[in-house]
């Protein structure tokens, strides 16, 4: 690859742009609503992508993509509801920013860390493509075992003043996560009777019922989710608050650059997704953070560390697929048959018969981050005056066409009706200080543990020193423990201080 | 005055049962089923216990009560989220019948009109979400999602 072709594809991909531009605004639509995955819009626009020459229709995937990831955090910062699973980790510092008066600058923030979050690990992609593609390889699922641990560990560094209630707001939200045939015998676990429950419990519905109706019951106690100071400030919204999100962005570059490589490096393992990327960036952040105890709080770090990471997991997914051949997510499977239809042969061979699509497809991801920066982060100012809207108005609206995005994702009544059910459940733990997000990680990450740790044991026959049985998964551990025992050891340093003071 | 935590059992009280049931249903399947969920499990047994005897300890020394009242405070909210979750119930129930567009402005007049919304507002929002999702999900997206009299009349 020289630096002749390279430039050749950009100044092809930004001919694309009257194919990029409609992919990039129908992404945002369909990433606001939570429901509409991109692989399932992709799916029902399959006939055009079908129709297309090759390079036009991956354009138009790839942006639709990248925007969904970009979109889910809007919702997610303005009324608490996450567009996508991805975007879940981002309501624990975007809505209370939201709350303080601040939605603009955390607009800003999520725009500016996924645009420059996707595009340096896109740009990383392109330069270290081999050897990326060789990391899913090494990451089996005894590692992945230890990747899941990380991201559960998040529901004990979300438990706050009441550790008890985040566990069992963790562990109930994990047991759910069982509900389902198993994964070797596909027998039937707690379903209920429901067959709609037999390949587990579905994302959407409980995103959905945990996040949006849960918090539409209580945020009609108020007439507007934002106090009166935060209304003053959002009334008052001038250009000058996006550009101090720009400035926030511009001192926090470095957290940007690092969590989008954590998402990249967990996107190019097949099967973990957007979800695990940014629950573990923000653990991470939390942890390495000179003031963890401000997270939950409304501070940038915490909308930046989610949206890099999971606008990281875009280029990273698509690694292994053209790489290997190995789809590393739904929407990567669906671009894989376009990509097979039109005749092209995955795996390493590509990038010598077909350079112009394999490195194409990242070029084009990385001029669709940059059109979007430049659609998107105007809009700032004016999406953020939803929090201006009455909660007479904005609480029922979000009920009942949430409710109805509960269906989007299986095409089930039975969803809807769950995702109420969720919602129930949602209000009552939001009442009672149950974490919902420690419920959400559980039904999230829940079945991926089981599924590597299963497959390992079953690789050993049941003999758990597996788990210890491979030199990067015995690193992953020995920093899992780091993660663990680095708080304790801060805090108890923190009280001696204190005491000597 | 007694902090009320008669609520605080709600999610414990869920949970154990669910886990009751998980264990009953999970009880006569191979290890590798059940491996996992026995686990978390037994583990979310075993934190309900714990808060129990914390719940046990406040009660004990006075300082608790079984009230219940965080989960309907403020009361003057309780009729409009009781009426909310109602109406919801009742556009899933009807969805079939009445199909997404007509179902939706319908639902969403009588949702906007318990939460205290008059005036030409009360009739502009549902019309206009209700187009908007027509538009969305059944126009453009072309999803499955049940038609009725509205989206018969247009196709």
């Not at chain 1, 510092?93 to 939201?98: A, E």
């Not at chain 1, 573990?280 to 939390?286: C, D, K, L, T």
């Not at chain 1, 201006?388 to 029922?396: C, D, F, G, V, W």
């Not at chain 2, 997206?141 to 509205?150: A, K, T």
Request: hydrophobic content about 55%; aromatic content about 10%.
């Amino acid at each position: 690859m020289t630096w002749e072709f390279l430039l050749g594809q950009f100044a092809a991909q930004f001919g694309l742009w009257w194919i990029i531009l409609p992919a990039i605004l129908l992404g945002i639509v369909v990433g606001i609503l939570p429901g509409f995955s991109p692989q399932n819009t992709l799916i029902m626009l399959l006939p055009l992508t079908l129709a297309v020459p090759v390079e036009q229709a991956m354009a138009f995937m790839i942006s639709l993509y990248c925007a969904n990831h970009l979109a889910g955090g809007i919702p997610a910062i303005l009324v608490k509801i996450p567009g996508s699973g991805g975007a879940a980790a981002t309501t624990l510092d975007g809505y209370p920013m939201t709350q303080k008066g601040q939605a603009q600058q955390a607009l800003v923030l999520c725009f500016t860390a996924s645009v420059f979050g996707g595009l340096i690990t896109t740009f990383a992609t392109i330069a270290l493509l081999p050897w990326l593609s060789q990391i899913g390889l090494y990451l089996r699922s005894v590692e992945m075992v230890v990747v899941m641990l990380f991201g559960l560990t998040l529901i004990a560094v979300i438990a706050g003043k009441d550790p008890v209630k985040a566990l069992i707001a963790g562990f109930f939200g994990l047991l759910i996560g069982v509900i389902g045939t198993d994964h070797i015998y596909n027998t039937p676990r707690a379903t209920f009777g429901f067959l709609e429950l037999y390949d587990g419990v579905p994302l959407v519905p409980a995103l959905i019922g945990l996040f949006a109706i849960s918090e539409a019951l209580v945020m009609i106690e108020e007439k507007m989710i934002v106090d009166q100071a935060g209304r003053e400030r959002a009334m008052r919204a001038r250009w000058a608050d996006t550009l101090e999100g720009l400035r926030l962005s511009l001192q926090k570059w470095w957290h940007i650059v690092w969590t989008s490589f954590v998402g990249l490096f967990i996107g190019i393992t097949p099967g973990a997704g957007a979800s695990i990327a940014a629950f573990v960036a923000y653990q991470q952040s939390r942890l390495w953070s000179k003031h963890p105890e401000r997270y939950g709080t409304g501070i940038p770090e915490g909308v930046i560390a989610p949206e890099a990471a999971n606008n990281g997991v875009t280029s990273g997914t698509l690694v292994p697929t053209l790489a290997l051949g190995v789809p590393g997510g739904s929407t990567a499977a669906v671009m894989m048959i376009v990509l097979q239809y039109h005749g092209m042969v995955m795996g390493p061979r590509l990038f010598a018969t077909n350079p112009e699509v394999a490195y194409g497809v990242f070029v084009s991801m990385a001029v669709a981050y940059i059109f979007m920066l430049f659609t998107i982060l105007p809009l700032a100012r004016y999406m953020s005056r939803v929090v201006l809207i009455e909660t007479t108005y904005l609480a029922p609206v979000i009920v009942l066409v949430t409710i109805v995005a509960a269906f989007g994702e299986r095409q089930y009544l039975f969803d809807m009706g769950l995702a109420l059910v969720f919602g129930v459940i949602g209000y009552i733990a939001h009442k009672t200080n149950y974490h919902v997000t420690a419920i959400l990680i559980g039904i999230l990450l829940g079945p991926l543990f089981e599924q590597y740790l299963v497959r390992a044991l079953r690789i050993s026959q049941g003999d758990l020193t597996v788990l210890f049985s491979s030199t990067l998964g015995n690193i992953l551990w020995g920093l899992l423990v780091l993660s663990l025992v680095l708080p304790l050891w801060r805090n108890y340093r923190q009280r001696r201080n204190q005491a000597v003071e | 005055m007694k902090k009320p935590q008669g609520a605080d059992l709600v999610i414990p009280a869920l949970a154990l049962g669910f886990a009751v049931y998980f264990f009953v249903s999970i009880a006569d399947l191979a290890w590798e089923a059940k491996a996992n969920g026995m686990v978390i499990g037994a583990i979310l047994v075993g934190l309900i216990a714990i808060q129990l005897v914390r719940i046990g300890i406040g009660l004990a020394k006075g300082q608790a009560s079984l009230g219940f009242s965080p989960l309907w405070e403020p009361r003057e909210a309780l009729g409009k989220r009781v009426g909310m979750v109602a109406v919801t119930i009742a556009f899933i129930a009807t969805l079939n019948w009445l199909g997404l567009t007509l179902g939706l402005a319908l639902a969403l007049f009588a949702a906007l009109w318990i939460m205290g919304a008059r005036g030409k507002t009360l009739a502009i929002v549902p019309l206009a979400v209700a187009l908007a999702a027509y538009l969305l999900f059944v126009a453009l997206l072309q999803s499955d999602i049940p038609h009725g009299p509205i989206e018969r009349l247009l196709s």
